[in-house]
């Protein structure tokens, strides 16, 4: 009577889940980003893009590639199966909630034995042989009276959604590495054809100096200069060659393709620069996978506390059995050859020399070091996000002067010609002229390549979304 009011007040007990439960901890977060500055942010039209983040730049060759990203990276498969892992752990855990029942059929002969000197036994000559057939069933059930189940499920059903968020990001770092990736190539080619140019005209300016030096108003170091100014041009063409494809075959595999069977044909403009993303502060905390993923698994290892806090609790387990056993496989499944038995097992670990202690502050540990990996998940995004408006807002200052410097530089080198020309200075000074001209030029091309990077890399640190929340 006693071990009964003792059950009954157990089960009533069932659901009271120890442990603390989940708060997500606060982060500071500003009211606006620091490097915005006055800038009018992005508004898009009703016919612009409002979807995949990567078509605002206008490149139908580089859609096609992101779209690859979903289907062919492995790294992304990884983390889907990662994902479809972490949803198989958590319909183990939820099976908790529910009795194990299994079942046994077996069919047995045995003879008459007696025991021997020796604590052995042995078979008695004569005696008859016994058939023995018995099907039994037997099922087990925990009652969930700590709520060590429930907590168990809440921290597998955490880290579900966490691989989900790994997921995300795993795809939006692709698409982004990828965007990257291709915005470099581009900038390569951009730079070759600038190479291109400038051979031609150096070509042309070297035959002029052979003339010249034919003619006798110009000397021999002259045709060496220009031969040599050539070459260097030529060589660093060469050099983008190398370049290009190794950022060819970066992207080959980001897209799932072996190097042999890829090819990007070259092309000599660079994509649109799209307008600057918006976003507030608050809302990275939403859009970032990552920053959700950290999230997420700061709940599952609160979660555990709990799991870590009711193994000091008694635990109460229900078992059945039942069946049929019968000498006669025919007759057995009758109500005489019925047999059963069912009860209840309360059971308590009464001494572990502080092992369940120790669990409990792992736990506690462990989802201290989460809150921590939590929240400097969140500083690393607003860094990164002022990182990349500061970089936009700098470059953008850097081209306009570096334009500038270009034309100078092209009018420099007009004139240094026409006066070489015309006999007042040296070869040298058109060298120099046209050194100056041509890294003028390439930086205006690396420029333009940066500021395309820098926005691909904000746009990825606002989570892959680039338009206003809509309410």
């Known amino acids: ?18 442990g603390p439960d989940y708060h997500r901890p606060d982060v500071a977060t500003p009211a606006a980003y620091k490097e915005a500055g006055n800038w009018k942010t992005a508004e898009p039209k009703d016919e612009a893009p409002r979807g995949n983040w990567w078509e605002i730049y206008g490149d139908n060759e580089l859609n096609g590639l992101v779209a690859q990203i979903e289907i062919s990276n492995q790294n992304v498969l990884a983390a889907a199966a990662q994902y479809r892992q972490a949803l198989a752990l958590l319909g183990v855990a939820q099976s908790g909630y529910f009795p194990t029942v299994s ?24 005696t008859p042989i016994r058939n023995t057939t018995r099907l039994s069933f037997s099922a087990s059930w925990e009652a969930d009276i700590w709520g060590q189940i429930g907590r168990n499920v809440e921290s597998n059903e955490a880290s579900a959604q966490a691989s989900n968020a790994d997921l995300r990001a795993a795809l939006l770092s692709a698409q982004a590495t990828l965007v990257q990736t291709y915005f470099q190539l581009r900038a390569n080619d951009a730079e070759r054809q600038l190479l291109d140019q400038t051979v031609v005209a150096y070509e042309r300016s070297l035959q002029i100096t052979k003339n010249r030096y034919e003619a006798g108003v110009a000397g021999r170091v002259d045709v060496v200069q220009a031969e040599t100014q050539l070459k260097l041009t030529q060589a660093q063409a060469i050099d983008l060659g190398v370049q290009r494809t190794q950022l060819e075959h970066a992207i080959a595999v980001l897209v799932g393709k072996t190097p042999a069977d890829f090819q990007i044909k070259v092309t000599n403009a660079l994509p649109v620069l799209p307008p600057v993303p918006a976003a507030l502060p608050a809302e990275l905390l939403e859009r970032r996978p990552d920053i959700a993923s950290a999230e997420r698994r700061m709940a599952g290892a609160n979660a555990q506390i709990g799991v870590a806090q009711a193994a000091f609790f008694p635990a109460l387990t229900f078992n059945s059995t039942g069946g049929y056993q019968n000498s006669s496989l025919s007759q057995l499944v009758t109500l005489p050859n019925r047999f059963w038995s069912i009860g209840p097992t309360l059971a308590l670990t009464l001494f572990d020399a502080g092992a369940r202690s120790a669990q409990k502050e792992s736990a506690i540990a462990g989802y201290d070091k989460s809150v921590a990996t939590y929240r400097q998940t969140v500083l690393s995004a607003f860094q990164e996000v002022e990182d990349n408006l500061a970089a936009l807002r700098q470059l953008a200052d850097e081209a306009e002067v570096q334009q500038a410097a270009s034309n100078s530089a092209a009018e420099a080198l007009m004139l240094t010609e026409n006066q070489y020309q015309a006999g007042t200075v040296s070869y040298l000074n058109v060298v120099t002229a046209q050194a100056t001209a041509l890294s003028a030029q390439s930086s205006s091309i690396n420029i ?14 606002l989570g892959g979304n680039w338009q206003p929340k809509t309410k």
Do not use: E, H, W, Y
Not at 2 to 15: D, E, R, S, V, W
């Open 1 to 18: 009577m006693k071990l009964q009011t003792t059950l009954i007040a157990l089960l009533a007990l069932t659901g009271c889940m120890v």
């Open 103 to 126: 079942g046994s059929l077996s069919d047995n002969r045995a003879q008459g034995t007696s025991p021997s000197t020796t604590g052995t036994s042995t078979v008695v000559p004569g």
């Open 448 to 461: 333009a390549g940066r500021r395309l990077l820098a926005n691909a890399v904000l746009i990825k640190a």
